[in-house]
């Protein structure tokens, strides 16, 4: 008997049933893929850092090094397992040419180090996870140039100055633990030993990794104060290993976050939406429910009636959506097996999207089991008498008909039909406005990130052009001559010179510990604060957002500096964000500590007319070895793989919403007219025709659809701000604010969310032309 019930109702309402089914199988599949994604992220990091033997604290250093102070340092330490020291050859981007390429890497924003193979930890990796092995002539290059210059096996790099050239044929691919992700401006490529001597004897611009393995992690932190408070190398950032791990799971870390988010508002959508089609059903089927009730069929058997047929339609479509979801996952781990790795299939590898799966099954069924429990409100008498539930309608007396000021009788009619059953239309409302804001919020966060005014995230002022000059002997002779270049020349609108060095401070624990500030002129170029303002005077020091919470400090404190032996109070004048070198960076406006010098840097701006590449090119030529960059290459290139995974990111989810719009308002209209039928038959007979009907019914979902935009776009530009702004803090960005396009946000989107409802409220009207009188007295 159940058999023949599932049946005829499959029969009856089978656009529903399928409409459902669909549903709660791309749930189950969303679900399954995302938390797919997160342990094979997690999997593949572990196995990435285990294989790799990733060093837990790392000092970058440009400069000579006494290695006989590093080992003193480290015997003495009790926290330090092993230690060693790597040598990394910088090869400017004007002497390096990758593949086929005539043009040398002047315009990217990388530093490329040339480093052998490390003996003791920190191995570099090839796509095998296996360490790599070169022999002479041969090349390892980073994942991140094999993507960005359509590198294959085979092709030529090319390391080439005034008299001096060496040719390298590409044999495998590097991972990096260290340095994968395409935020960090550092890449390594792998030569053989005797190649490296070569380079070494001919550009001779060495920078080195003093890297340490810790016995405990724990300790992490008062090894760091450890190090900083001794006088060991420091020209440059520091990282540890929790910043690894951040920095290589962000991206699609990001990417499984938004996919799980969206399931989760999928399975929140299917529930409401079963909601909806159970009270339908139990509406419909009233009479027979209340007959059942008189002949002595159990309250509880009739309940399981109507439950079976949602748990089959559950069941089925949570075991397809996980079926699927193992075609499907190669589309969303592909860039982890690339970057990372692939790690060994563990059992949480099955049972976590299993479990995840489940749980959608389960929610759903305990959901039709909560709305269920209407039936104790069914009585025989009442059944029987009145044959229906009936709506419960609000009255709406300043939409009387006789006050009508919208013109068109039908339009008014749908307008007022909403507000007269808001209860029946929050549905439709709450699911539009999740579609506007799951298309919105990844469009407004990609055109942020490719954006120039992103760069005030980095802690970087805006400005048409920003040169990077690298530590070198001759660095200040270098430097004063490309400031003394810039100020002569004519196309050069305004100009901020700016130098990054360590400095000294007191901490809360009165002990010594350094830190890199960036000194220079900050009324010329601008950078959005979080809180204060730049420093502007000599006692003031904005701080990063991340020195300011580890170090506890907000507007008007007073933080100790050491200068020249003497201590300085420094008054904390404003907070900023910047995801660069670790997030842990201040602005001051002091003398320039040449000794502890890190690196130097130009920020200008031209005048109007006046061609951006042609002046990159320029100063290229003219400040050799330095970078040379405009704001939005440096972004690409920074960002350029996270650009990509968001913007895939961004087109399934505007398909995603754009399919649930169809989708439910297909369901709801459907399901709202069979409710509605005898009403429409009264409406017919009464001279209402077709079209006037249909227009009503378009009126009602557009008046929906339009508050539901209007609202889901405000959600999306406030808490859609908040939880990216989340994200993003882990890295030193605590408080994002979007960059919209409105054509793009506010109108185009938009109507094309609008054009998809009406045409699917159209289609699923055409069921009112076979809607009488005669039937419904039938």
């Not at 000194?519 to 502007?536: A, C, M, N, Q």
């Not at 007073?558 to 032996?565: E, K, R, S, T, V």
């Not at 408080?735 to 699923?764: C, G, H, N, Q, W």
Request: charged share 20%; glycine share 4%.
């Amino acid at each position: 008997m159940l058999i023949k019930m599932l049946k005829k109702d499959y029969n009856r309402k089978k656009s529903i049933t399928i409409t459902l089914f669909f549903f709660i199988m791309l749930s189950a599949l969303l679900v399954a893929s995302g938390s797919n994604m997160i342990v094979e992220l997690s999997n593949s990091l572990q196995t990435l850092f285990t294989k790799s033997n990733t060093p837990h604290f790392v000092q970058m250093h440009a400069g000579e090094i006494n290695q006989s102070e590093i080992d003193a340092f480290t015997s003495e330490n009790r926290h330090v397992k092993s230690q060693q020291t790597v040598e990394m050859i910088n090869v400017g981007g004007s002497n390096l040419y990758l593949g086929d390429s005539s043009t040398p890497e002047v315009s990217s924003v990388m530093d490329h180090y040339f480093v052998r193979k490390n003996d003791s930890f920190d191995f570099l990796l090839d796509l095998e996870s296996e360490v790599i092995e070169v022999d002479s002539g041969e090349i390892a290059v980073p994942i991140y140039n094999m993507q960005q210059n359509n590198l294959e096996i085979g092709d030529n790099v090319r390391v080439a100055g005034e008299d001096f050239e060496m040719k390298f044929t590409v044999v495998d691919f590097v991972r990096d633990a260290q340095m994968n992700p395409s935020i960090i401006n550092s890449k390594r490529f792998v030569v053989n030993e005797e190649d490296f001597a070569m380079l070494q004897r001919n550009f001779g611009e060495s920078e080195y990794l003093i890297e340490f393995l810790l016995t405990d992690l724990d300790q992490l932190t008062d090894f760091r104060n450890a190090y900083q408070s001794s006088n060991l190398p420091m020209a440059g950032p520091s990282v540890d290993f929790p910043l690894f791990q951040t920095l290589n799971g962000l991206t699609d870390g990001i990417v499984a976050v938004v996919v799980i988010l969206v399931s989760l508002l999928l399975i929140l959508l299917a529930i409401l939406c079963i909601r909806f089609t159970l009270l339908a059903a139990m509406e419909e089927d009233y009479r027979e429910i209340g007959i059942m009730k008189a002949i002595g069929i159990e309250q509880n058997a009739i309940k399981k009636l109507y439950l079976w047929k949602y748990v089959i339609i559950a069941a089925i479509a949570s075991i397809t959506g996980y079926l699927l979801s193992l075609f499907i996952n190669p589309l969303f781990t592909g860039n982890i097996m690339l970057y990372l790795g692939t790690a060994e299939k563990s059992m949480l590898l099955s049972v976590i999207p299993i479990l995840a799966v489940s749980l959608v099954f389960l929610i759903v069924v305990s959901y039709c089991m909560l709305v269920l429990r209407r039936f104790n409100k069914i009585t025989v008498v009442k059944a029987l008498r009145s044959g229906n539930i009936g709506d419960v309608q609000t009255r709406v007396t300043f939409l009387a008909l006789s006050k009508n000021r919208l013109g068109n009788i039908n339009i008014f009619l749908g307008v007022k039909d909403v507000f007269q059953r808001f209860k029946i239309y929050l549905l439709l409302f709450f699911v539009f406005l999740v579609c506007a804001f799951i298309m919105i919020v990844p469009i407004n966060l990609l055109r942020t990130i490719q954006s120039p005014s992103f760069s005030t995230y980095m802690g970087i002022e805006q400005s048409d052009i920003r040169i990077d000059l690298q530590l070198s002997d001759d660095i200040n002779q270098d430097f004063n001559n490309m400031l003394d270049y810039i100020e002569n020349d004519r196309d050069v609108e305004q100009f901020s010179p700016m130098v990054t060095s360590l400095y000294e401070f007191i901490n809360s624990d009165r002990n010594l510990e350094k830190m890199a500030i960036e000194t220079g002129d900050y009324s010329i170029f601008s950078l959005k604060y979080l809180e204060g303002s730049p420093p502007l005077n000599e006692n003031e020091i904005a701080l990063s957002y991340l020195n300011s919470s580890e170090l506890s400090k907000g507007i008007g404190d007073n933080l100790m500096l050491i200068l020249d032996g003497d201590t300085r109070e420094m008054v904390v004048s404003g907070i900023f964000q910047d995801v660069t070198n670790g997030g842990r960076t201040a602005k001051a406006m002091l003398p320039i500590n040449e000794e502890a010098a890190l690196w130097y840097e130009v920020s200008l701006n031209l005048k109007p007319g006046v061609s951006i590449n042609e002046k990159m090119v320029e100063y290229s030529n003219a400040f050799y070895p330095a970078k040379v960059t405009d704001l939005e290459g440096y972004l690409t290139d920074t960002f350029g793989n996270t650009i990509d995974q968001l913007r895939l990111v961004t087109i399934l989810a505007i398909m995603i919403a754009l399919f649930i719009a169809v989708l439910i308002t297909a369901l709801f209209t459907r399901m709202l007219i069979a409710k509605d039928s005898q009403q429409i038959a009264v409406m017919k007979s009464i001279g209402f025709t077709l079209n006037d009907i249909r227009l009503q019914y378009a009126t009602r979902t557009m008046s929906v659809l339009i508050i539901g935009i209007i609202l889901g776009t405000i959600i999306a530009n406030t808490i859609g701000e908040q939880l990216v702004s989340v994200f993003m803090s882990l890295m030193g960005a605590s408080k994002i604010e979007f960059v919209i396009d409105p054509m793009l946000a506010y109108f185009l989107f938009p109507l094309l969310l609008m054009i998809t409802v009406t045409i699917t409220t159209l289609r699923s009207t055409a069921s009112i032309k076979n809607t009488s009188i005669a039937e419904m007295r039938a």
